[in-house]
């Protein structure tokens, strides 16, 4: 899934940081750092990224995104087709696809509620699939401690054709809170 023949391509995003000023001046900040989190001879392409909102601010160890696996002869970056999961602690990337000629949209993270809600990666991953096969979206609920797992799905629902998205929908997620 991950390659053009023997050639790996894997996402190889770069984490921006900004360190503001502590004297709370908002014109300055202290010092910016850019760090390639994945190292490669090759990347492919990949957009939307997201995190669990509860950790917007604050460091974070998870990173998700949509990316093209690659796969495609023509446009091998486009159309995304897999949901990727980079964990910036060990650099290790995990994958989900939804199958063949199926590509997805933007990932919109939503955060587990509770008190016993403790690892930042508690959470599902809320998408639209388009299904090239018979011209139909779905909305895709993943949970997003199993990205790379085939348990990461725990529903899809099929979307009338009369609201059948286009490629490229975005989203958002709003709790009732």
Known sequence: MNGRG??????????????????????????????????????RCSDFPIINPK??????????????????????????DTVVKWDTLNGKLRAWSPGNRTFIGEPMFVSKQGPSTVEEDEGYLVL???????????????????????????????VPKYLTFPLGFHGTWASKQ
């Open 128 to 158: 639209v699939e388009y299904v090239v096969s018979n011209r139909r979206c779905n909305l895709v609920i993943l949970d997003a401690t199993q990205i790379g797992e085939a348990s990461a799905v725990i529903a899809r629902f099929e």
């Open 55 to 80: 950790y917007s601010g604050y460091e974070q160890r998870y990173i998700y995104a949509s990316a093209s696996s690659g796969t495609h002869e023509t446009l091998p970056n486009f159309p995304f």
């Open 6 to 43: 023997k050639e790996q391509l894997l996402p190889s995003p770069i984490k921006l940081s900004i360190e503001l000023d502590k004297n709370k001046n908002r014109h300055f900040h202290h010092s910016c750092s850019a760090t390639r989190l994945r190292k490669g001879s090759r990347s």
